[in-house]
C-alpha cells in the first residue's frame, strides 16, 4: 500500500485473522502472526504474495509480535508452547527455534532486536506489574531495565547514521 492509502493488496489471501506485520530488513518479506490454523502461528510470505510459509507450525501453543534481526538471519516472537509466555527466537526458514527468556514464573512478551543484533528488549511480568528487560541475543544476561509504574513496550534508538 502506498503512503495515501492506495495500492492495497490482501498479501496473505485468509479469512483469519492475520495481524502484527514486521518487515523483513531487506523489503522482501514480511512476517506476521495469524490465526489461520485455530490457534496463533507465524507466517512470513514475500511482498509479492508469493511463498507463504508457516514457520512456527505449533498445535500446542500460540506465537505472536514476531520481529526481524537486523541482518533478517533470525526472527524473535513470543509463545506460550511451554505454558508461560517467553521470548522465543528462530531462524528467518523456521528452523532451530529456541527458548531465550526461559522463566517460568512470569509472562515474557514484545520482544524488539536491538540495532546492531546483540540484543532483545522484552517485557517480563511476574507480579502485575510489567517491566521493561533486555537480554543478550542467545539469551544470556538477563537484566531489568525499569522499575516505575507499568513499563511495556520497548524500542530502540535507531543507529546513526554514518
Given at each position: 500500500m502506498m503512503a495515501d492509502g492506495s495500492g492495497q493488496v490482501n498479501l496473505s489471501r485468509h479469512s483469519a485473522s492475520d495481524s502484527r506485520p514486521a518487515w523483513s530488513p531487506d523489503g522482501t518479506k514480511i512476517a506476521f502472526e495469524s490465526f489461520r490454523d485455530?490457534?496463533?502461528?507465524?507466517?512470513?510470505v514475500n511482498v509479492n504474495g508469493t511463498g507463504l510459509a508457516n514457520l512456527t507450525q505449533e498445535p500446542a501453543g500460540n506465537e505472536f509480535t514476531p520481529a526481524w534481526s537486523p541482518d533478517g538471519s533470525r526472527i524473535v516472537f513470543e509463545s506460550d508452547r511451554d505454558g508461560d509466555i517467553e521470548i522465543y527466537v528462530m531462524n528467518a526458514d523456521g528452523s532451530d527455534q529456541r527458548n531465550l527468556s526461559q522463566h517460568p514464573a512470569?509472562?515474557?512478551r514484545r520482544p524488539v532486536w536491538s540495532p546492531d543484533g546483540t540484543k532483545i528488549a522484552?517485557?517480563?511480568?511476574?507480579?502485575?506489574?510489567?517491566?521493561?528487560?533486555?537480554m543478550n541475543a542467545d539469551g544470556s544476561n538477563q537484566r531489568r531495565l525499569t522499575n516505575t509504574g507499568y513499563d511495556t513496550d520497548p524500542v530502540w534508538r535507531p543507529r546513526p547514521r554514518r
Open positions: 485455530g490457534n496463533n502461528e507465524i507466517y512470513v512470569a509472562r515474557d522484552f517485557v517480563r511480568d511476574s507480579d502485575g506489574d510489567p517491566e521493561i528487560w533486555v
